[in-house]
């Protein structure tokens, strides 16, 4: 089978090249389904693997705009649309600088599983641009996001495409980019989901990714018989989803003792609760794109420069961006007796690392399965956006529950590997076979 694998890689390479993250990401996958697609003559006779790893269409623009000084500016827009065998393509728009083709590809690649495990009928897709959103004012990023929807307008639809947030967009920009697209076309539709609450936006939206992996990590634990009460969590990053995942955890009985930023990490034993996580969510309205206030404020530790694996835990949670977590991360978790590892990221964990996860027999979720709950509940704003209603907070939570179990159970029912689960694989395998099965319906279209 490993040939097999390597034979197809060297397809998908040739015809990719440079794009290191949309091979990690492709490799992960066609080494979980290679045995299926092998056994299954009508995927091998439709070329579904040669097709699934085909965007359907990559869109790349210019964003010229202006800053406050009165330079002119220039960044790279993206939007690829991945597969939409099940749904409008449906993915967020990360604004970061190291945004390129490649990382838009992995992470429209992974989205288009992910939103397939969620049930929902949606496909995949992914754009952004290499905008570094530090320190730019309020009007700048106006003006950047109209610039941006200035293109991206005419290719997106709410049946069509709908973006949503990621990595520095988030409430704030999908204001701008939504009220642009409403001048554009003078329509109010549910063109993008994270939306604000009294616009058409849905109640727990801004915190599902984060309690959506929580919930996972939950139905994680009970398979081995054990809770998340009293838990010590290690969280990374400290943005939307490290938010949201201190909430729930904080709600469950367990405890958060790290977040990190680009400058380093903060170690508060007590557990960060109440006002200080509040306290999260003005660092990231700061712009300022570092931890080292909350130290300074609450009198915490700050290791500059570090990782916060190196804190003892029962359960790590990599939430800010791929690649975070390395071999050397992943063997000083593993001396300190982590029991869980979950990707609240998109690809945060490399190959190697989940290697050592998998052999040291703990349980590891990857982020298609695990932080599908941000998507599934912006799947869950487009279904209210389509009745034209709102739903309590309660019923879009009960809902995100009930996604997040349905996946941990795909993962079950095609991970078991003997007594292990190895919900890599059972992820890949079950979000995989409903989008060929689909393609295969379609037609060769
Ligand atoms: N950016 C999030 C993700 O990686 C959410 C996408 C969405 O809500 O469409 O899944």
Redesign the pocket.
């Known amino acids: 089978m490993s040939s097999v694998v390597e034979n197809f890689m060297n397809y998908v390479v040739a015809k990719n090249p440079n794009e290191p993250e949309f091979h990690q990401a492709v490799r992960e996958v066609v080494e979980s389904v290679m045995p299926v697609v092998d056994a299954t003559p009508a995927y091998k006779r439709a070329k579904i693997l040669e097709r699934i790893v085909e965007p359907e269409r990559t869109i790349m623009f210019r964003v010229p705009w202006t800053d406050d000084r009165g330079e002119i500016r220039v960044n790279k827009g993206y939007r690829v649309e991945f597969n939409s065998a099940l749904g409008p393509y ?5 604004f970061h600088a190291n945004v390129t083709l490649s990382t838009m590809k992995f ?1 429209g690649f ?2 288009t599983f ?2 397939s495990l969620t049930t929902l009928p ?1 496909g995949g ?2 754009g952004g641009s290499d905008l570094d959103p530090r320190g730019m004012s309020d009007n700048e990023m106006m003006r950047f996001c109209q610039a941006f929807m200035a293109e991206l307008f005419r290719h997106i639809g709410a049946d069509t495409d ?6 520095g ?1 988030g409430g704030r920009e999908i204001g701008y980019l939504f009220g642009m697209y409403k001048k554009l076309r003078n329509e109010f539709t549910g063109v993008l ?2 939306k604000g609450l009294n616009w058409g936006g849905s109640l727990v ?1 801004p915190e ?2 984060g309690f959506g992996a929580t919930y996972f990590i939950e139905e994680m634990l009970k398979t081995r018989g054990e809770a998340l009460q009293n838990k010590k969590v290690a969280v990374s990053g400290f943005g939307n989803v490290a938010w949201g995942v201190a909430l729930k955890m904080t709600d469950l009985g367990a405890k958060v003792v790290t977040i990190s930023g680009p400058d380093g990490f903060v170690h508060d034993p007590d557990g960060i609760k109440g006002e200080k996580i509040d306290y999260m969510l003005q660092m990231r309205a700061s712009g300022r794109d570092r931890v080292q206030d909350y130290a300074d404020k609450f009198k915490v530790e700050f290791h500059a420069g570090k990782r916060p694996w190196i804190v003892p835990c029962d359960v790590a949670v990599p939430a800010a961006i791929q690649n975070e977590l390395d071999e050397n991360d992943a063997r000083a978790l593993l001396k300190n007796g982590v029991k869980c590892v979950c990707e609240a990221a ?1 690809m945060p964990v490399v190959p190697k690392a989940v290697h050592l996860f998998q052999e040291a027999k703990i349980l590891f979720a990857p ?1 298609k399965a695990a ?2 709950g ?6 869950l ?1 487009m279904s209210q956006n389509a009745q034209h209603l709102c739903w309590a907070r309660e019923e879009v939570d009960m809902r995100l529950k009930q996604i997040m179990e349905r996946i941990h159970h795909t993962c079950l029912t095609y991970g078991q590997e003997g007594t292990y689960t190895n919900y890599v694989k059972g992820a890949n395998v079950g979000g995989f076979i409903k989008v060929a099965d689909a393609m295969l319906d379609q037609g060769l279209v």
């Open positions: 449906k993915g967020g728009l990360r992470l992974e989205q992910k939103n949606m897709g992914k709908v973006p949503a947030g990621d990595i967009v989901t994270g939206r599902a990714t998109n982020g932080n599908a941000g998507v599934g509940t912006s799947g704003e």
